[in-house]
């Protein structure tokens, strides 16, 4: 900082430089290690992307497999009374053991959803530069297909990897010996896993309608009792009701996400007691209410 010959100066003459390791507030760029131009942001945009695919598709899958980790602790208890912390315990389970096998399965999704996305991206981009008609309709319909299949390979994977997290948090194997084991289980049991998904969609969708309009219900009742009350003469604001009603349909998704969950573990894991199991010499898990419903019975073998 320079100064005039009495140690006073004006603010207008001060000149000052920041300088770290020569680094100063005009040369900064050049010590990168990029090139800060406009394809570097784009390639920063995608790196960000993916890795926001990603953290979501982790917290998703963690979530799931605390979920089905404490359920699967629950049914395999001979005494289901005797079940205690299962949420903490699977947690714990979860920390030291899996870890690796949910990043591993949500890697795989968020790399299908990010190349599901380029793809659309370069093609959005081949219908601008298109002014051809016919060519815009023949791309339009070439990323319907895309998205289609796009859409059925990430599905397909999510299934894979939802029976993944459940043999690996039931039996403690490793992602792809759980999604191969648990793939095969269903397989060999493809009619009883017919029936149950069969039921299960509509049992999920009329949860989440009824959790939808119970809060609505509610909100309406509320709102029209404090509408009359401070004398509004139009009644209840729609706008509140229908963001409300939105609230209350991501309640019930989220909810009826963790019933989803654990009705995914019973499943597997009732299939894979029955083959194992058989009542007699090595007794059923599965809970007494079950037993009956499939005509089953855990039967004590006489000694000779």
């Known amino acids: 900082i320079s100064a005039g010959k009495q140690g006073k100066a004006d603010l207008n003459e001060v000149v000052?430089?920041?300088e770290i390791k020569n680094v100063t507030v005009d040369n900064w760029k050049s010590f990168m290690p990029v090139t800060l131009d406009g394809s570097t942001y784009n390639y920063f945009a995608a790196y960000h992307l993916f890795m926001f695919l990603w953290t979501q598709d982790f917290t998703i899958s963690s979530a799931y497999f605390i979920t089905v980790g404490a359920v699967a602790q629950w049914y395999w208890k001979m005494d289901k009374k005797d079940v205690s912390g299962p949420i903490r315990k699977s947690y714990k389970r979860y920390i030291l053991y899996n870890l690796g096998t949910v990043c591993f399965g949500s890697l795989i999704i968020a790399i299908v959803q990010m190349i599901r996305i380029i793809m659309n991206y370069y093609i959005n981009q081949m219908k601008k530069m298109e002014n051809n008609p016919a060519m815009k309709k023949i791309i339009e319909a070439l990323q319907c297909i895309l998205n289609c299949c796009m859409w059925c390979i990430e599905k397909?994977?999510?299934?894979?990897?939802k029976n993944a997290y459940i043999m690996a948090a039931t039996h403690g194997h490793s992602f792809c010996t759980g999604a191969?084991?648990?793939?095969?289980?269903?397989?060999r049991n493809f009619m009883r896993v017919a029936a149950i998904n069969m039921v299960t969609p509509a049992i999920m969708f009329f949860g989440k309608l009824f959790i939808c309009l119970t809060t609505f219900a509610i909100v309406y009742l509320a709102s029209t009792n404090a509408a009359a009350q401070l004398g509004l003469m139009d009644g209840a604001p729609i706008l509140t009701l229908f963001i409300c009603a939105i609230i209350g349909f991501g309640v019930g998704d989220a909810f009826m996400s963790v019933v989803e969950a654990a009705v995914d573990c019973i499943m597997l894991s009732?299939?894979?007691d029955s083959e194992v199991n058989d009542g007699k010499t090595k007794p059923y898990f599965m809970a007494d209410a079950l037993q009956s419903a499939i005509g089953v019975s855990n039967q004590v073998t006489p000694s000779a």
Request: proline residues 0%; aromatic residues 20%.
């Open 270 to 272: 009732f299939l894979h």
């Open 16 to 18: 000052v430089a920041y």
């Open 180 to 187: 191969l084991k648990g793939f095969m289980l269903l397989m």
């Open 156 to 161: 397909i994977i999510g299934y894979l990897n």
